[in-house]
C-alpha cells in the first residue's frame, strides 16, 4: 500500500510538472502558420502531452488537456472561454491516439506509426468539429465556415500535427532519460525505459520534415 501511494505521488507529481511545461509553452510560444481570417497558430504544447502518454499511457494526456485547456481558456487563450472545447479535442485526439498505439507497440515503430495515425486522423477530427462547431463558437454562417474548411483548416492541422510529430520524436528521448536521472519515475517505469540507442536516421528525417514545415510556414507568410 505505501509503495502504491509513493508511486500516484510520484506519477501526480510528474503529470503536474509536464503539465506546467505545457502551459508555460502554449502562453509563450505561439507562431502563426496558415495566413487567413482565423488567428490559427502553432504551440508545442501537445508534443509535452504526448510524452506524457508515452510514459503513463492515454488517460495521461486525456487528463492534462481537460486541466490546461481550461486553464487556457480563461487567461491566454486567443479565443477565450469558447476556444476551451476546440483546443481539448485538439489535444484529445493528437495525445490519446499516439500514445495508444505507442502502449501497444512499445517500439520506435509503433511510436512513429502511432503519431503518422495521430496526424491523419487529428485533421479529419478537427476539419469535422471545425464545421459543427466554429459557426456556433465564432457567429458566421455555416457556408463561410465550410469554404474555410479545406484553403485554412485542413493545412493548418497537417502541419501542426507535423510539427508535433516530429518535435516529439526529436524530444522524447531526452526527457525521458532526464526523468530517469532525476529518480521522477516510479521503479517500474524506469525499468522500462532503459533508452536504446538514438536512431540516428530518424532523428535526419525528423530534422528534415521539421524544416520543411519551417520553410512551408515562412512562404505562407510572406517571410521568404
Known amino acids: 500500500m505505501e509503495q502504491k501511494k509513493r508511486l500516484d505521488v510520484k506519477t501526480i507529481t510528474v503529470l503536474a510538472i509536464l503539465s506546467a511545461i505545457a502551459y508555460i509553452l502554449a502562453s509563450l510560444i505561439r507562431i502563426p502558420l496558415v495566413p487567413g481570417p482565423v488567428n490559427l497558430g502553432y504551440e508545442p504544447k501537445d508534443v509535452i502531452l504526448v510524452i506524457a502518454g508515452f510514459i503513463y499511457g492515454p488517460f495521461a494526456p486525456l487528463a492534462m488537456a481537460a486541466v490546461i485547456s481550461l486553464i487556457e481558456g480563461f487567461t491566454t487563450s486567443v479565443l477565450g472561454p469558447i476556444g476551451i472545447p476546440m ?73 501542426k500535427g507535423t ?58 507568410q510572406g517571410i521568404i
Request: proline share 5%; aromatic share 10%.
Open 163 to 220: 510539427l508535433n510529430a516530429t518535435l516529439l520524436i526529436l524530444l522524447y528521448k531526452p526527457i525521458r532519460i532526464a526523468l530517469d536521472k532525476s529518480r521522477m519515475l516510479p521503479a517500474s517505469l524506469e525499468a522500462d525505459a532503459k533508452p536504446a540507442k538514438i536512431n540516428t536516421g530518424v532523428l535526419l528525417v525528423s530534422a528534415f520534415i521539421l524544416i520543411t514545415c519551417i520553410v512551408v510556414v515562412l512562404s505562407w
Open 87 to 159: 483546443n481539448f479535442i485538439a489535444s484529445v485526439a493528437f495525445g490519446c491516439t499516439a500514445s495508444a498505439f505507442y502502449k501497444k507497440w512499445h517500439t520506435l515503430t509503433g511510436a512513429v506509426v502511432g503519431l503518422s495515425v495521430s496526424v491523419v486522423l487529428t485533421t479529419i477530427v478537427m476539419l469535422l468539429w471545425n464545421y459543427a462547431l466554429t459557426p456556433i463558437l465564432m457567429g458566421w454562417p455555416r457556408d463561410r465556415v465550410e469554404a474555410l474548411l479545406v484553403p485554412l483548416f485542413l493545412p493548418f492541422n497537417l502541419i
